[in-house]
């Protein structure tokens, strides 16, 4: 694995190998064994949108790991002045080891990992948080022993969060269904590839979709960069909450998670938010454990 672009460009095999690591990393640190595999390398952490969960987690995990986290605001870089990622990418390849980038554009993340000559991770963009859902499949495993056969149901927009769960679930042998209006479903590619490699649905029922699920998934209805459109988007979606009349429909222990920040009262009910919050918080967590799983793996020598 040379970069984390996208869940479509692993294998299960390598989702499977970064869980494991993932795991086996939390082991450590719990016990107080050190890891500092990525002792003497830097890691650059570029960020055009706001982050809590994603620039402390790489930021601790690259520390832990030995190593040295940069963060590396676009406010103050030349890119953030129009210089071309392709020139960011050359230059940076000549001081640092690895990229991290939260940005809007995944064609961005793409060139930086093709100018350049070191690992790239992408840390979120509008297409896809590959990072989240690794942590997002750990937490799932950990919490119910296994991946393979379960079901996840996702209820809101189709967007970034939803592309990537989807790939990540089918390819871990999980049934996924979307829960979403008509107008913002995912992204059609996805959606075909889903339909052909695994048990996918996509639908406006959003009681169809959480019946039987084991998993219910769901965030913010107006992302980064949409805040514009947030009053239109709270008609959009209002009747796709997860909600305990919701949680009645999904299996019995079914488990809620949420990438977070969320809005109690749009996406989620305080209520159903509060009952599942050693879930989520656990999410929120294996981001720190997920994320140094992939660290080591792209950076390692
Ligand atoms: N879930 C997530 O990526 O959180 P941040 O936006 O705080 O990084
Ligand atoms: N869909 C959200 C996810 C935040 C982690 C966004 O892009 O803002």
Redesign the pocket.
């Known amino acids: 694995m040379k970069h984390l672009l996208k869940l479509s460009d692993l294998t299960s095999e390598e989702i499977v190998e970064i869980l494991n690591l993932a795991d086996q990393l939390k082991y450590e640190k719990k016990n107080g064994i050190e890891h500092k595999h990525l002792a003497g390398k830097s890691l650059g952490m570029i960020f055009e949108k706001?982050?809590?969960?994603?620039?402390v987690s790489f930021e601790v995990g690259m520390y832990e790991l030995g190593g040295n986290p940069m963060f590396l605001s676009s406010n103050d870089l030349q890119i953030g002045r129009g210089e071309p990622v392709e020139d960011t990418a050359r230059v940076l390849s000549r001081f640092i080891d690895a990229i991290m980038i939260r940005t809007f554009d995944q064609a961005e993340v793409e060139d930086l990992a093709k100018y350049g000559s070191i690992p790239v991770i992408n840390g979120?963009t509008d297409y896809a948080?590959p990072c989240?859902v690794l942590a997002d499949l750990l937490t799932i495993r950990e919490h119910k022993g296994k991946l393979q056969g379960l079901k996840l149901c996702f209820v809101g927009d189709g967007n970034n969060m939803a592309n990537s769960l989807i790939v990540g679930c089918i390819k871990s042998g999980m049934s996924v269904a979307i829960a979403c209006p008509e107008t913002n479903k995912p992204d059609a590619e996805i959606m075909a590839w889903a339909e052909k490699n695994g048990d996918f649905v996509c639908t406006s029922d959003i009681k169809a979709a959480a019946t039987g699920a084991d998993v219910v998934y769901t965030d913010v209805w107006a992302s980064m960069g949409q805040e514009a459109e947030a009053e239109e988007r709270k008609k959009i979606f209002a009747g796709y909450q997860v909600n305990e009349e919701l949680m009645a429909l999904a299996n019995d222990g079914a488990m809620v998670l949420h990438?977070?920040?969320a809005h109690r009262g749009e996406e989620i009910t305080a209520e159903t938010f509060e009952k599942h919050a050693d879930e989520i918080f656990d999410e929120a967590e294996n981001?720190l454990h997920a994320q140094k799983a992939v660290l080591v793996m792209v950076m390692k020598d």
């Open positions: 706001a982050s809590t969960r994603t620039r979120l948080h989240q990438c977070l920040p981001r």
